[in-house]
RNA sequence: GCCGCCGUGGUGGAAUUUGGUAUACACGAUCGACUUAAAAUCGAUUGCCGCAAGGCAUGUCGGUUCAAAUCCGACCGGCGGCACCA
């Protein structure tokens, strides 16, 4: 008998299932899409990407045993920056170290034995993949989806470029160590913000979970308030122009209470462009302000103002208020413009405080709980000092000013999102070139459909051009086309997509990976999709899952999609740590390469062990001793199922058999593989050393096949002598009526320790129990000269004898 | 600061869904068998105190309950996300 050697079976059966195409998807009845999150080719697979996929993996065979038909598909989201930083640094052409990468990838991906459709596969920098998503584009610009606006962005004076967020260490740039400064700049933006409402309220009846929805509904941060208009008096200069600022608040009841209108430096700086003559001080202030990075403003605790001079009226009663601009009012939340309530806003009364502001106490609380000093009272309560809504309560009084000044045209409800627009240009070079055009006499026109995809041109030199342009400005012969409109010269657009938008839609095209008229027909969609389970990492929780979203949203209203929500089950995995406990880095030396365990252990080994080692949501340290534990058991297996018996197991074994039959596809279900394996442990335990059946031998590889898919093909066709495919048989099943067992433990408690455990059958009345408990010597010596008080029987489980 | 999650042996973890035998399964450790020896393999022991009977243990303190790792409250510690969102 042969020792159990993985590497002399596992690359052997990964070549015969590709050969027989075992894994390959056709429409069909019970058709399941179970997908994972596609990989970057970052150029190395590491111990996070079999967790990813290998995991997901025994789920997809599982569900293909109980009679699914599985597509497990697989892509490569290929665009992005790290592919120019290598080119930058190795003078490589970007897309030759992302096609090498890919190359390699794919080859390492194969190693796990996974289920994967590689006749399915996608790749995003794929001309016939990124025509569709420019087409996507032109459909949400024909809507009015897609618009241009001046957002900040990081910008390095000395490289002229845009800097990516996490290009930005401690505000310099990580490459060439000058100061970061935000400068504005003109960008195309999705208007995400349109679809808030259903993008919050299609989360209810999904099955995620409820972190993951609580993550997307925060993200979205809808607040329900009022928008209050403010008039405003004294304006030099300006007799037609801005006589009105608009404050977003959810405290309407505090209206009594306001004290200033404060307004962001962004907001003071659009007065100022439309000719407020504003004093010198405000002016630099507002200057200081804008220069100032976001990140800067944020940090420092300290808030800074200054007065505009200049006043505005409070709508309710027609008080005369002093209008400031501070930098803590932010210029992209609400209208970039608050009512000033120190009162009753911490960071108001803060600022107060630091200004000599007046202070109006305007609601009461009910009780006091404890003495305010140096904070201002946010909580609710009654109003006070508000002339006829004297004694109103606070949420009531929200309602009845909001309706008041909606009679007087003040004010209104409204509703305010945290949530931005989607900025989806990038001044780089290695993404998909937005599908637009600049003419000089008509601005910006779509390019014509019949144009897609419009091809990446191959630059020789894809560092940004010396005017700050985006690198596809130096094809100059790429550049030059002709206005769609009015035929005369025009240049594309130079800009490319954020990779955010390559992956908002790629599981469409894997159910339609090669079509050409259509990113995938809708019959294909409808066969496919929406995606049953969806499993990820939770930092896509919310850029990811919500952009996602939002494009099958805006394909629905399209009419290109049936329906609503693109995932109706998703799971976020854990993440593997290093041995030490932190986080895996190349600077701690605590990486794990999963080549290494592969050659040592075998790809089962690996795949079972991460499968083991703690519950997948929730991931856990790799402890490299913890593999040895999985790969003896993969030994003790080999070395137990490679002699046929001819026997009958013994019927209490038999019970055990089934109710793990049970136990393991629930765990695999519920995404429990660490019980599942260990599951397996104890039923090999528990049979070992008995002589094993033919059939039990062959339930036992069943339920082993997904976490260890190589071993049990191998002994299924080779010791066993079977025809086909193990992974091509039916999932065990159990019989209901062994698991129901005729007499169970009942635990005898006294006073709520145990004392003793008796076999009694299921439906014995508590009569009976109690006699048969009272009998036990165990429990008798516990009862010596006390009364039983109370006596607790709970069937099938136990009795409480309380004393 | 706000939101969320977590805290169980020397270690990873099980039992939390449904309050009902806490520590399954595995690693490690100790002892033993086999071996000239080692590795591998196999067997035994392994929460703590105790010879035992028994007692004590699920971050800490309190509560609900016949019964709490599980539910509730406060605190301590760790992790993740957001970060002046009016």
Redesign the pocket.
């Known amino acids: 008998m042969k020792?159990y050697n993985p590497k002399q079976i596992e690359s052997k059966w990964q070549k015969y299932w590709e050969a027989k195409k075992v894994y390959n998807t056709k429409e069909a009845e019970n058709n399941y899409m179970l997908l994972t999150e596609f990989p970057y080719p970052s150029g190395n697979l590491h111990i996070g990407h079999w967790y990813a996929f290998a995991l997901p993996d025994i789920l997809a065979r599982y569900l293909r045993m109980t009679g699914k038909n599985v597509m497990y598909p697989i892509g490569f989201d290929a665009f992005g920056l790290p592919a120019e930083n290598a080119a930058i640094k190795n003078n490589i052409h970007p897309e030759t170290w992302t096609k090498k990468n890919i190359t390699y990838m794919t080859k390492q991906l194969k190693s796990m034995g996974a289920t994967f459709d590689w006749s399915r596969e996608v790749q995003t920098i794929d001309p016939d993949y990124y025509k569709w998503t420019q087409w996507m584009f032109l459909k949400f610009y024909e809507k009015g989806w897609v618009y241009r606006a001046a957002t900040k962005v990081n910008w390095c004076p000395n490289d002229k470029t845009v800097l990516a967020n996490e290009q930005v260490v401690d505000g310099r740039c990580d490459r060439c160590d000058s100061e970061v400064i935000q400068k504005e700049l003109t960008q195309w933006m999705f208007k995400i913000t349109e679809f808030a409402d259903d993008l919050a309220g299609g989360l209810k009846d999904l099955d995620w979970q409820?972190?993951a929805k609580?993550?997307q509904l925060?993200?979205i941060?809808r607040?329900e308030?009022?928008k209050i208009k403010f008039k405003l008096t004294d304006i030099p200069g300006q007799k037609d122009g801005r006589h009105f600022v608009d404050?977003?608040?959810?405290?309407?009841d505090t209206l009594f209470g306001v004290t200033a209108v404060?307004i962001?430096p962004e907001l003071a700086q659009k007065w100022i462009d439309v000719g407020w003559r504003a004093s010198e001080e405000v002016k630099e202030y507002v200057k200081k302000s804008l220069t100032k990075r976001?990140l800067e403003?944020?940090?420092?605790?300290?808030?800074?103002g200054i007065d505009a001079g200049i006043f505005a009226v409070n709508p309710i009663n027609d008080e005369k208020i002093p209008v400031w601009v501070a930098?803590?009012?932010?210029?992209?939340?609400?209208?970039?413009?608050?009512?000033f309530?120190p009162a009753h806003?911490?960071?108001?009364y803060?600022?107060a405080k630091k200004y000599s502001l007046l202070i109006k106490t305007v609601v009461e609380p009910v009780a006091i709980e404890k003495n305010l000093t140096n904070e201002a009272y946010v909580g609710p309560g009654i109003l006070a000092n508000s002339g006829k809504y004297n004694g109103v309560e606070s949420e009531d009084a929200k309602k009845k000013i909001t309706e008041e000044l909606k009679l007087s045209g003040f004010g209104d409800f409204q509703r305010?999102?945290?949530l931005h627009d989607w900025v989806l240009s990038r001044q780089r070079y290695w993404g998909v070139p937005i599908p637009m055009v600049n003419c000089l006499k008509c601005g910006y026109q779509p390019a014509p459909e019949k144009d897609l995809p419009i091809k990446l041109p191959s630059l020789e030199d894809f560092k940004p051009a010396d005017d700050g342009r985006s690198p596809l400005a130096k094809a100059t012969k790429w550049l030059k086309v002709k206005c769609p409109k009015c035929e005369g010269e025009a240049e594309r657009e130079t800009d490319t997509m954020d990779t955010f938008v390559d992956s908002s839609w790629y599981f469409m095209r894997y159910t339609d990976p090669k079509n050409k008229k259509e990113f995938a027909s809708k019959e294909k969609m409808a066969k496919w999709l929406p995606v049953p389970m969806y499993i990820g990492g939770?930092?896509h929780?919310?850029?990811h899952l919500l952009y996602a979203r939002f494009f099958a949203k805006a394909l629905q209203k399209l009419g290109h999609v049936d329906f609503l929500e693109p995932f109706i089950g998703r799971r976020n995995r854990g993440?593997i740590l290093g041995p030490d406990?932190q986080?895996m880095s190349k600077s701690r030396g605590n990486v794990v390469d999963p080549d290494i365990e592969v050659k040592k252990y075998g790809a089962d080994a690996v795949r079972m062990y991460l499968a083991?080692?703690?519950?997948y949501e929730?991931?856990?340290?790799w402890?490299?001793?913890?593999i040895?534990?999985?790969?003896?058991?993969l030994?003790?297996v080999w070395?137990v199922f490679n002699f046929a018996k001819d026997v009958v197991l013994p019927s209490a074994k038999n019970i055990v058999l089934h109710k793990t039959i049970k136990k393991i596809g629930e765990?695999i279900q519920?995404m429990?593989f660490?019980?599942g394996?260990?599951?397996?442990?104890?039923l090999?335990?528990e049979l070992?050393?008995y002589q094993l059946p033919v059939s039990v031998q062959k339930t036992f590889l069943q339920l082993l096949a997904p976490f260890a898919p190589h071993m049990t093909e191998e002994v299924w066709i080779n010791v066993m002598k079977n025809k086909n495919s193990i992974h091509l048989e039916k999932w065990p099943k159990y019989d209901p009526k062994l698991i129901i067992e005729e007499k169970v433990?009942l635990?005898v408690?006294v006073?709520?320790?145990?004392?003793d455990?008796i076999k009694a059958s299921g439906s014995l009345s508590e009569e009976e129990v109690r006699k048969l408990a009272l009998a036990s010597d165990?429990i008798k010596?516990?009862l010596v000269g006390k009364d039983v008080k109370?006596f607790?029987y709970?069937p099938g489980?136990?009795i409480?004898l309380?004393i």
């Not at 929730?618 to 340290?621: A, C, E, L, R």
């Open positions: 020792k409820e972190t609580l993550g925060n993200w941060g607040s308030g009022a404050a977003f608040t959810t405290r309407a404060v962001s976001e403003r944020q940090e420092t605790a300290e808030k800074t930098d803590y009012v932010l210029g992209h939340y609400g209208t970039g413009a608050v009512m309530v806003d911490q960071r108001d803060e600022f305010t999102y945290r939770a930092e929780t919310t850029m993440i406990h986080k083991f080692m703690g519950p929730q991931g856990g340290p402890s490299p001793g913890g040895i534990g999985v790969y003896r058991f030994s003790r070395n765990d519920n429990r660490n019980t394996v260990s599951e397996l442990m104890k090999l335990n070992e050393s433990a635990v408690q006073n709520g320790k145990t004392r455990v165990k010596k516990h109370k607790i709970v489980r136990l409480n309380v």
